[in-house]
């Protein structure tokens, strides 16, 4: 099974999605403070449908490292995807849903210093993946492999989505394994997040300005 598959085939569990928090103050780069909640919805379907939402859970530890955690639920989905935000950019540890738990390592980074963040910049690697099941007696290996990776922002431009209007990049992401390649868009916004993530999602709100 190709290990690209496996690592999207991972089960969600059935949540329900709180209401957003009051209005927030972040001005960092990549906004990573606890507390911080981005809604979205699948591109194309209205704003009225079921959202998904992304919110900052705090520090945490993940494989021995500090990180921290970003949860992702709704629609049946619960992900929580641990990350370290500093001067390097933002490195992706892994992530982990009630069934299973996925490590990235070395981790994989998802974007570089904001001096380096410009139309033409590239920037990959490859990881060591490990896939584990999370089960009632503990961890059951399901998959390991090598998965090599590569963004390349294509340009910088104004769009408008129904959270607003943002200047984003728009990045691609190239993911290969020994037997596939996925090919995903992001568009970010400094100071703002993502405002279409790697599953086709558009910002419809946020708790922060």
Same mark, same amino acid.
């Given at each position: 099974?190709?290990?690209?598959?496996?690592?999207?085939?991972?089960?969600?569990?059935?949540?329900? /999605?709180?209401?957003?928090?009051?209005?927030?103050?972040?001005?960092?780069?990549?906004? /990573?403070?606890?507390?911080?909640?981005?809604?979205?919805?699948? =591109?194309?379907?209205?704003?009225?449908?079921?959202?998904?939402?992304?919110?900052?859970?705090?520090? #945490? /530890?993940?494989?021995?490292? +500090? #990180?921290?955690?970003?949860?992702?639920?709704?629609?049946?989905?619960?992900?929580?995807?641990?990350?370290?935000?500093?001067?390097?950019?933002?490195?992706?540890?892994?992530?982990?849903?009630?069934s299973a738990r996925v490590v990235f390592s070395?981790?994989? $980074?998802?974007?570089?210093?904001?001096? $380096?963040?410009?139309?033409?910049?590239?920037?990959?690697?490859?990881?060591?993946?490990?896939?584990? $099941?999370?089960?009632?007696?503990?961890?059951?290996?399901? /998959?390991?492999? !090598?998965?090599?990776?590569?963004? +390349?922002?294509?340009? =910088?431009? =104004?769009?408008?989505?129904? #959270?607003? !209007?943002?200047?984003?990049?728009?990045?691609?992401?190239?993911?290969?394994?020994?037997?596939?390649?996925?090919?995903? =868009?992001?568009?970010? #916004?400094?100071?703002?997040?993502?405002?279409? !993530?790697?599953?086709?999602?558009?910002?419809?709100?946020?708790?922060?300005?």
């Amino acid at each position: 099974m190709a290990l690209a598959l496996t690592l999207a085939a991972c089960a969600p569990q059935v949540t329900q /999605a709180p209401e957003a928090r009051p209005l927030l103050e972040e001005k960092a780069f990549y906004p /990573a403070s606890t507390g911080l909640e981005w809604v979205y919805v699948p =591109e194309g379907e209205p704003i009225s449908s079921p959202p998904y939402r992304m919110r900052v859970e705090g520090p #945490a /530890a993940y494989e021995g490292q +500090e #990180a921290l955690r970003f949860r992702v639920f709704g629609r049946g989905e619960d992900r929580t995807y641990f990350r370290q935000v500093g001067a390097f950019g933002v490195r992706l540890l892994g992530f982990q849903e009630p069934s299973a738990r996925v490590v990235f390592s070395p981790p994989l $980074l998802e974007y570089p210093p904001e001096a $380096l963040l410009a139309p033409g910049q590239r920037w990959g690697g490859s990881t060591e993946v490990r896939v584990e $099941l999370l089960t009632p007696s503990g961890r059951e290996p399901l /998959a390991q492999g !090598t998965l090599a990776y590569e963004m +390349e922002v294509l340009e =910088e431009r =104004e769009v408008r989505v129904p #959270a607003g !209007t943002f200047r984003i990049y728009r990045i691609r992401q190239t993911f290969r394994d020994s037997r596939s390649q996925d090919i995903r =868009e992001v568009w970010f #916004a400094p100071r703002v997040g993502e405002v279409r !993530t790697r599953e086709g999602r558009i910002l419809v709100e946020r708790n922060f300005r």
